[in-house]
């Protein structure tokens, strides 16, 4: 059965020895199976009844990243904390099984339409196959007006030790670190480690980026400049009630999104960015 949909509150697609779990609330990808193997981390503490954004899988951010000076939206935008549309199956063949999910500014809340009011609508497309997770996300200016935003996918890779983690891709690339105050630094490592709280955004990423160490991937990154690791590590872990304390052994974030400088969309123009995570 390729597509279930007999929970409510979520879509299950099958294809080949793989499959993914995806909620309607924030369309949260929560589950990316291989061979029965899961390759994506969700808190044991996270809330799937809709009462707050999903710590784990792939959150989705937009329209802002962060929080926005003087605006009343929450962190991260309110993609992640709505409830999304399915919108059935774009394709089914022996390769692959794409499904798509859509949100516009008719589907949020009043409140969150206060505090970001422009007409929009957002396109999220899954596709899988046997070894590949291609996720597509869209943004279409609606209205009359160009407005800005910034976007991310919020993936949470799970790990077996986090000591072991390797990020490559990344050398020589500029990045902000948000544990220095935003200090503006160059990648010296050709091979990134994590030994410590790390929430980096690194500006103009290249689009190839690859974590080893055990749960090996490959992420391909379109349309998206930035790339984001982050881990809490112990102070910050205690500190998130839906994140258990030991929980950032088993979790590194490497987050494809366009940050640092965002995308400007003029009216009725549609920008496209995605990822194609492949198990090396
Ligand atoms: O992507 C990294 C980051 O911006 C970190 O600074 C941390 O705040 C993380 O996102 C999680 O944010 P959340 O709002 O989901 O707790």
Redesign the pocket.
């Known amino acids: 059965m390729p597509v279930q949909r007999s929970d409510p509150s979520k879509a299950v697609i099958t294809h080949a020895n793989s499959s993914v779990e995806v909620y309607y609330y924030g369309c949260t990808l929560t589950s990316w199976k291989v061979d029965g193997t899961e390759k994506l981390f969700l808190s044991k503490h996270a809330k799937l009844d809709g009462t707050k ?1 999903i ?1 784990g899988g792939i ?1 989705l ?1 937009f329209p802002q ?2 929080t926005l000076d003087g605006s009343a939206l ?3 935008g309110f993609a ?1 904390n709505s409830l999304w549309e399915w919108k059935g199956v774009v394709t089914e063949n022996a390769e692959q099984l794409t499904v798509a999910f859509g949100l516009t500014h008719e589907n949020i809340s009043d409140e969150m339409r206060k505090a970001w009011p422009n007409e929009f609508a957002l396109t999220y497309e899954v596709t899988l196959t046997a070894s590949t997770l291609k996720t597509t996300f869209a943004v279409t200016n609606t209205s009359q007006t160009a407005w800005h935003f910034t976007s ?1 996918l ?1 993936t949470y890779f799970h790990v077996p030790s986090v000591s072991d983690v390797r990020i490559t891709g990344l050398h020589n690339i500029s990045y902000k670190d ?1 544990t220095q105050n935003n200090a503006v630094m160059s990648e010296a490592s050709p091979i990134i480690a994590i030994n410590g709280e790390v ?1 980096r ?1 690194y500006m103009g990423a290249p689009d190839i980026i690859k974590i080893t160490g055990g749960s090996d991937v490959s992420i391909r990154k379109w349309g998206f400049e930035d790339v ?1 690791v ?1 881990n ?1 590590w112990i102070e ?1 872990a205690e500190k ?1 009630s839906d994140f258990g304390n030991e929980e950032y052994k088993n979790m590194v ?1 490497v ?1 494809v ?1 366009s940050v640092a400088g965002g995308v400007q969309l003029n009216a009725s123009e549609t920008w496209k960015g995605g990822q194609t995570l492949s198990v090396v």
Request: charged share 25%; with cysteine; hydrophobic share 35%.
């Open positions: 954004a710590r959150p951010v990243f962060g929450p962190q991260h992640r991310l919020h948000k929430d955004v984001v982050w809490p910050k998130m974030c987050e999104g």
